[in-house]
Nanobody, 123 residues
Framework: EVQLQASGGGLVNPGGSLTLSCAASGFSFAGHAIGWFRQAPGKEREWISCVSSGGNSYYEDSVQDRFTISRDNDKNTAYLQMNSLKPEDTAAYYC?????????????????WGQGTLVTVSS
C-alpha cells in the first residue's frame, strides 16, 4: 500500500521557521518526483514546490528564497524547510508523489497524496 505521511506543522510566529517532513512507503520513492502543495481555507489547493528524483528543485514564486525542498532517498523522506513565514502561508500542507521522476507543477501528474499537516502563522 502506498502511503505518504506529512508531519511537522504547527503554530509559528511571523518570521519564524518550520520544517515539514513527508515519509513515504509502498513504492519506489527514489524514482518519483515529490511535490508540496498547500490549501488555505476557502481556496484551491496550490502547488508550491517539487524535487525531482535526482534532487533538482523548483518553487512557486511566492515561496522562492524562503522555502527549501529536499529529499533523502535512503530514508524515503522529503522535507520542506520554511523560513521567514508570513500569515499568508497559513494553510494545510500536503505532500504528493508524481508519476514521473522529473520536475512538474501539474497537479494531475501527482497520483499519491499524504494527509495534510496544518501550518498556522500568527502572532
Amino acid at each position: 500500500e502506498v502511503q505518504l505521511q506529512a508531519s511537522g506543522g504547527g503554530l509559528v510566529n511571523p518570521g519564524g521557521s518550520l520544517t515539514l517532513s513527508c515519509a513515504a512507503s509502498g513504492f519506489s520513492f527514489a524514482g518519483h518526483a515529490i511535490g508540496w502543495f498547500r490549501q488555505a481555507p476557502g481556496k484551491e489547493r496550490e502547488w508550491i514546490s517539487c524535487v525531482s528524483s535526482g534532487g533538482n528543485s523548483y518553487y512557486e514564486d511566492s515561496v522562492q528564497d524562503r522555502f527549501t525542498i529536499s529529499r533523502d532517498n535512503d530514508k524515503n523522506t522529503a522535507y520542506l524547510q520554511m523560513n521567514s513565514l508570513k500569515p499568508e502561508d497559513t494553510a494545510a500542507y500536503y505532500c504528493a508523489a508524481a508519476v514521473i521522476p522529473g520536475l512538474t507543477r501539474r497537479i494531475s501528474l501527482y497520483n499519491h497524496w499524504g494527509q495534510g499537516t496544518l501550518v498556522t502563522v500568527s502572532s
